[in-house]
């Protein structure tokens, strides 16, 4: 299942575990990512939190958890190649992997076609 926040964040969860990262909406908007700020292994997020930064070279922007959890795992190979981001968002572009603390928080995020919608008005 994945799910989308009105910050243009998605998170896939599989079992107890989402994994998060921008979406194409995002990473079209923000243009050639650059530089990562990922949150350290171990770090407990509440929904809405910055959990990092993403810099591109029209702007930076901070990335904000759509789930509360504890972060298990970031992705090095996006640390080391941003541009994974822009190539791809959805796979492998993801930004770090947590512990989901309340499942119940992903019945407020949409789903694909609900993001869709929201993202061609935005």
């Given at each position: 299942?994945?799910?989308?926040?009105?910050?243009?964040?998605?998170?896939?969860?599989?079992?107890?575990?989402?994994?998060?990262?921008?979406?194409?909406?995002?990473?079209?908007?923000?243009?050639?990512?650059?530089?990562?700020?990922?949150?350290?292994?171990?770090?407990?997020?509440?929904?809405?939190?910055?959990?990092?930064?993403?810099?591109s070279v029209k702007a930076a922007a901070d990335l904000y958890t759509p789930v509360s959890g504890t972060v298990t795992q970031v992705n090095e190979a996006l640390r080391?190649?941003?541009?994974?981001?822009?190539?791809?968002?959805?796979?492998?572009?993801?930004?770090?992997?947590?512990?989901?603390?309340?499942?119940?928080?992903?019945?407020?995020?949409?789903?694909?076609?609900?993001?869709?919608?929201?993202?061609?008005?935005?």
């Open positions: 299942m994945i799910r989308f926040s009105d910050e243009h964040v998605w998170v896939r969860v599989e079992g107890d575990t989402g994994t998060v990262g921008i979406t194409v909406h995002a990473q079209d908007t923000l243009g050639d990512i650059v530089f990562v700020e990922l949150p350290e292994p171990g770090r407990v997020l509440q929904a809405k939190d910055v959990a990092g930064v993403v810099e080391r190649d941003p541009a994974l981001a822009n190539s791809d968002p959805l796979d492998d572009g993801w930004f770090f992997k947590l512990k989901l603390s309340n499942a119940g928080e992903l019945d407020a995020l949409m789903d694909e076609a609900a993001y869709a919608r929201f993202s061609a008005n935005a």
